[in-house]
């Protein structure tokens, strides 16, 4: 068999291992991108007691390994009490993904709120605007503009970030392409494996580059 | 009736005495101009009256009624919450810097306002949005966004915004010192307007011309006081105190 024959064979093998890749990406971060802005909000709000939660999150889980969380949720809460028991590996695995991006988006979000002029809170305090309405009608919508950068970045973080889950038994990508590597006795499944890499990538900033031209209208 | 006055209101940041004793009434369909050196409180006067500041010690009366009373940084007395809420959207505010929302077309800024914070309908509110336009000469500039304007343009955006509350009493913070000189006169043109159709106006600026022109009262500040007050022919042709006569001598 020639080369390009061997790597059709493998190809639905790949695809199926790309799959779990991007779901798991694609889930983790646009539900964490939602968790984020309330513990963004919450990192920045007066509120003492909230204020150090949300503060306290994001240092736990920006400053420990996120394959020891990995571990430690999928391995290690259930030790702690039954209840905390996730059968599931891929949900363990979301689960894992999803609070650690947020940690990480969230302190972009923060930044991106904190980079907005002090006039525009000031302008929709003026015209009788509550903090909440300044936030959702001025604030975020002048915000998501600047994320779409950083939350782009993220997506390309966390899609070869997801390559770690092969340690609770899932097979993505990179564990399919490791699997046939070793039972193949050949290095050459990597090239197509790294070329599926390469194309999700690619898809994705084409997409953010395309919401980054529709909010500029704006600018 | 007074709009605003002020008894005693001092003001400090830190150590610092900002404003120093000041005492000010604005009375209805009265138009006001503060002018004084850079530095003097202008702006910190302005802003506490609407309580972007918070004042450290003196009273705040709107519309005859006690505001606020405060007391070495401690609010004494206070209008109750709901009552507090109205009286202050009775204050329009023009900055300096305009401060439109860039991600909201010229209507939408205008119509902001009465659509969230009045709840009127939608219609009504787009209705008095293009009233508003049209007022300000922008009727045609509705659907773009404020970043495609000219400065002129946008500071005419930002005085309907504020007419959209349906104001008492608009208070202007320097609203064409940030502009060219060529863009000065259209934004003094519908401040002009407005002041003929009766409008109570608090205005900073240096705009001699429009001061003789509209202002009923020139008050002179300088180190956080009130050191003159008077019709614009008193303070600009015979002003009293040394620090006036320096001040009008280097700006005229
Ligand atoms: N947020 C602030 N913190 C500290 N000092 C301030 C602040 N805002 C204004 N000041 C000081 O208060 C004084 C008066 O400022 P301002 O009211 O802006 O004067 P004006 O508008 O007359 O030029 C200045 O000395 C200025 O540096
Ligand atoms: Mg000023």
């Given amino acids: ?219 | 009736m007074s709009i605003i006055r002020t008894e005693d209101l001092c003001k400090n940041f830190g150590d610092l005495q900002v404003l120093k004793n000041v005492n000010l009434t604005v009375r209805s369909g009265e138009v006001v101009v503060i002018i004084g050196p850079s530095g003097a409180g202008k702006s910190t006067l302005l802003r506490s009256l609407n309580t972007l500041e918070t004042i450290t010690s003196g009273k705040i009366f709107l519309e005859d009624k006690l505001f606020q009373r405060v007391e070495r940084g401690e609010v004494r007395e206070e209008m109750k919450k709901e009552e507090k809420k109205a009286a202050l959207l009775e204050m329009g505010m023009v900055f300096q810097r305009f401060h439109l929302f860039p991600n909201m077309t010229v209507k939408e800024n205008v119509l902001a306002g009465p659509l969230y914070v009045q709840k009127i309908p939608k219609g009504e509110a787009e209705k008095r949005a293009l009233e508003l336009l049209e007022k300000v000469g922008l009727l045609d500039k509705a659907d773009d966004y404020p970043s495609h304007l000219s400065g002129g343009q946008q500071q005419r955006v930002a005085i309907a915004r504020a007419l959209a509350m349906q104001p008492r009493i608009m208070l202007f913070d320097e609203p064409t010192s940030a502009l060219d000189p060529e863009l000065v006169g259209e934004v003094l043109s519908v401040m002009k307007d407005l002041a003929s159709q009766g409008m109570t106006m608090l205005c900073v600026t240096h705009e001699m011309g429009f001061a003789r022109e509209v202002a009923d009262r020139v008050v002179f500040m300088a180190d956080g006081q009130i050191l003159e007050e008077g019709t614009p022919e008193e303070i600009f042709n015979q002003p009293k105190t040394a620090k006036a006569q320096q001040f009008l001598a280097s700006i005229l």
């Fill in chain 1, 1 to 219: 068999m020639n080369g390009m024959t061997r790597i059709l064979i493998w190809m639905p093998q790949l695809l199926k291992g790309a799959q779990t890749t991007i779901i798991i990406t694609i889930l983790s971060v646009a539900v964490g991108l939602i968790l984020s802005l309330f513990l963004a909000l919450g990192k920045m709000s007066k509120h003492a007691v909230l204020n150090r939660l949300c503060s306290g999150y994001i240092f736990f889980f920006r400053g420990t390994p996120l394959l020891m969380q990995i571990y430690f949720i999928y391995f290690g809460l259930p030790q702690f009490h039954p209840a905390l028991t996730i059968r599931s590996a891929f949900l363990a695995a979301m689960i894992a993904y999803t609070l650690n991006t947020a940690a990480y988006l969230a302190e972009n979000i923060r930044a991106g709120i904190q980079s907005i002029d002090k006039g525009q809170f000031e302008a929709a305090r003026t015209i009788g605007m509550t903090g909440a309405q300044t936030m959702r009608y001025v604030i975020i919508p002048q915000t998501v503009r600047r994320l779409i950068p950083p939350v782009g970045n993220e997506f390309i973080m966390v899609l070869k970030d997801v390559s770690l889950v092969a340690i609770i038994g899932l097979a993505d990508l990179t564990k399919v392409t490791r699997a046939i590597s070793s039972s193949a006795a050949t290095a050459l499944v990597y090239i197509p494996a790294m070329i599926i890499y390469l194309v999700i990538t690619a898809l994705f900033q084409f997409v953010f580059n395309k919401l980054e031209k529709k909010y500029s209208v704006y600018e």
